[in-house]
């Protein structure tokens, strides 16, 4: 069975630390790996990867993908309580790209 | 990336009841999906709606629960029938092929 599992499930930081938030899946015919920022209802796309080693970069987000060991991380430097939110990862599988996600790890900067 | 618009954005509703949620793309996409989001829970994919043929439903969701109706490129509505209180969740639409983007969801309580 596809699973995609993320840790930790939940994470406390102050203002201005540096988070690292960890996404490991086990898939049948993986085609992509997403990042997704949910605050309220409507997850926003963050990144999209599909080939080892290749750091994405967004601002004080970035995120890479290990294909060999089947894991990706997402790092936000610099913390800000606007980064706080649910971090979705998602993994896309079959021809039609279906997404299987992950629980999410919810992040909760405090001032 | 595709701008996505859902309606209603809540409702609530009685058992033994149906809603049918509409989902607007701002551009023509070949894949749409429909996904649930229960009470604490991570999202589960319903089902995947490609224009011109049939819904194909994930594991657990079927058609005479959840029918699905996809008329063109650009729309599609997801049925929920027969409602009972454990259908109570946040039902998103997402579109696109490879990066996937998702409306703003449909909160739906069930009394």
């Known amino acids: 069975e596809d699973k995609v599992v993320q840790s930790p499930l939940s994470l406390v930081v102050h203002e201005g630390d540096t988070v690292t938030l960890n996404c490991s899946y086990e898939?049948?015919?993986?085609?992509?790996l997403l990042w997704y920022k949910q605050e309220k209802k409507a997850p926003t796309f963050l990144f999209m990867l599909t080939s080892s080693g290749i750091e994405k970069k967004s601002g004080r987000l970035s995120s890479i993908l290990d294909k060999k060991e089947l894991f990706s991380i997402l790092n936000i430097t610099a913390t800000q309580t606007g980064d706080s939110a649910v971090y979705l990862c998602a993994v896309g599988v079959g021809s039609q790209g279906n997404l299987i996600f992950g629980k999410g790890t919810k992040l909760s900067v405090k001032p | 990336s595709a701008v996505i618009s859902q309606k209603p954005s809540r409702d609530i509703c009685q058992r033994g009841t149906s809603l049918t949620i509409q989902c607007q793309v701002d551009s023509q996409v070949t894949m749409m999906f429909w996904y649930r989001q229960q009470p604490g829970q991570s999202l589960t994919l319903i089902a995947t709606a490609n224009q011109g043929s049939e819904a194909t439903y994930e594991s657990g969701f079927v058609i005479d629960k959840f029918p699905i109706s996809r008329p063109n490129l650009t729309f599609s509505t997801l049925t929920v029938s027969n409602m009972s209180p454990e259908d109570s969740s946040i039902y998103l639409c997402?579109?696109?092929?490879?990066?996937?983007?998702f409306g703003p969801g449909t909160r739906l309580t069930v009394l």
């Open positions: 997402s579109a696109g092929q490879i990066e996937q983007f």
């Open positions: 898939v049948t015919n993986f085609r992509s």
